[in-house]
């Protein structure tokens, strides 16, 4: 009884050629036939012969099965080192070139944990001593060397091909060099020591001095985050820097630097500040900042009162610093020392609240009271948020902190408008703004606090935040003796003025309240 043929085939050996001691001829390979081991292996060009791993024959595929074996590395001679029957770990996969017709590149892979071994040169059929059967630029030059991909040919055998590389670029210039490399230096991990005249600011404050360059919103970030450290200790806003105190700052982000002192841009904007001075010494200056100009920089920010300030900076390298604050809408008198021992004393000054403040703004509809006193307390409605809303809060609330400011009425248009002159004894963020919204007149062109429905605005009358900074008097920080300034009604608020017959020359009430 005759053995009945292998399934699928005529019978023959899967082995081939000395897989099988009958010696049965090899059955022919088919297609549909091929494992998906077998398509892994030809994916991952672990095929180098025309015996296959796993006792697969390779004698009867085609050409570019035959021939697939991957780019390798010349054979060292047979005498160096003995072959060896255990199976060599080949490249990993990332590595491995993609070889073969398109059909052929099959999802999977080789068994890691029986990779097979790629015979020498000298163990392969039929190779010996004859030369090669394929280029030394298709079959010598390592992919890894080269960083090409191996892509299929029609009707060739595949190989890799160099993409050529784009020309390097320009090396940078040794003055480039330096700048980047004085850069890196300047936003690295630094330990600043106070001086004897930064003594008693404000850590912020201090930052400010010393990085000008350093947006405010960002020298916030840094305390409240805690990576500023005095002394090893975490560091808050309000607290005082002393002399010889530790200050670690963090890698900070710079903006762009400020103009040089002779180029057009910072005579330009020396040319605007000094337009701007209602009053100047040696010590100090008040400006008449305009409306909408910012007195730091913030998010979106490019222009404001201290970058313009570069311009200004001095031989010693010394630039006037800011002793207080206005709102970016708010015009008027804005006090500027020109040494740190100035600032140090005008600091000190409003923080005993020994500066007298006067605010002239225009406001929706007439107050019963035609002078009054305003004590609340008042919080940021988003913490963190340097230019956030305020809102009236509790004692006792997150945030809150007493604000007292005094009114008088000056002059009013019908019951539609009212000229108010406000003293404020605190200086907390939006004061004057939140605490007329508070009694019911928010001030006209207010775009944070007003929120009275279908009013609208007199013909005439822009759109504008009617608030002006309008006097000022405090002692002088060297000879103590007082500097009384007076700031003039921006245009806008002039035209409003004319508009509505405001006499700016008329007697304001607000003198003779109350400074505390």
Request: aromatic share 4%.
């Amino acid at each position: 009884m005759t053995k009945p043929p292998h399934r699928g085939g005529s019978g023959r050996s899967r082995t081939g050629p000395g897989g099988s001691p009958s010696g049965r001829p090899p059955r022919a390979r088919t297609g549909p036939r091929n494992t998906a081991r077998d398509a892994a292996e030809r994916a991952a060009g672990l095929v180098v012969s025309n015996r296959a791993p796993f006792g697969r024959d390779r004698t009867d595929a085609a050409p570019w099965e035959r021939d697939e074996a991957p780019a390798r590395a010349p054979a060292r001679p047979a005498a160096a080192k003995p072959a060896s029957n255990k199976p060599a770990f080949s490249k990993p996969r990332a590595e491995r070139p993609r070889s073969g017709p398109p059909a052929e590149r099959v999802a999977g892979s080789v068994s890691e944990d029986r990779p097979p071994r790629r015979p020498r040169r000298e163990e392969r059929p039929g190779t010996g001593d004859a030369p090669r059967s394929r280029r030394a630029s298709e079959t010598d030059a390592p992919e890894a060397e080269t960083g090409t991909e191996a892509t299929p040919r029609s009707g060739a055998k595949t190989h890799a091909e160099t993409k050529p590389r784009a020309p390097d670029a320009k090396p940078p210039t040794r003055r480039a060099l330096r700048e980047a490399t004085a850069e890196a230096l300047a936003t690295g991990v630094q330990t600043l020591e106070v001086t004897a005249d930064e003594a008693g600011m404000r850590i912020d404050r201090f930052l400010s001095a010393r990085f000008p360059q350093l947006p405010f919103t960002r020298i916030q970030s840094l305390v409240r985050k805690g990576e500023l450290r005095v002394n090893g200790k975490r560091a808050k806003a309000a607290d005082r820097v002393e002399p010889g105190a530790s200050v670690r700052v963090p890698p900070l982000s710079l903006e762009a630097r400020p103009p040089a002192p002779n180029s057009p841009r910072a005579e330009g904007d020396l040319a605007f500040l000094r337009s701007l001075i209602l009053y100047e010494d040696q010590d100090m200056m008040v400006l008449n900042k305009p409306f909408g100009l910012a007195v730091q920089g913030g998010s979106g920010t490019t222009r404001h009162v201290d970058g313009l300030l570069e311009a200004m900076r001095d031989k010693d390298g010394q630039k006037p610093r800011l002793v207080h604050r206005l709102d970016k809408d708010t015009a008027g008198c804005l006090i500027i020392a020109k040494t740190r021992l100035a600032a140090a004393t005008l600091a000190k000054t409003f923080r005993s609240r020994a500066a007298r403040k006067i605010y002239w703004a225009l406001a929706v509809g007439v107050p019963k009271v035609r002078q009054g006193r305003i004590s609340t307390y008042l919080a940021k409605e988003e913490i963190g948020d340097a230019d956030a809303r305020m809102r009236v809060a509790k004692h006792g609330d997150e945030g809150a902190s007493h604000a007292l400011t005094y009114y008088a009425l000056v002059d009013q248009a019908g019951q539609k408008l009212a000229w108010l002159s406000l003293k404020p004894v605190t200086g907390r963020t939006h004061q004057l703004r939140a605490h007329a919204a508070h009694i019911g007149h928010p001030l006209v062109g207010d775009p944070k606090y007003f929120d009275i429905e279908n009013w609208e605005l007199p013909g005439g009358i822009q759109n504008r935040l009617h608030l002006l900074a309008r006097r000022i008097v405090i002692p002088h920080p060297r000879t103590a003796k007082p500097v009384d300034v007076t700031a003039p009604l921006p245009p806008h608020m002039v035209q409003s003025w004319n508009l509505l017959g405001f006499d700016a020359s008329r007697y304001d009430p607000i003198v003779e309240a109350p400074e505390a």
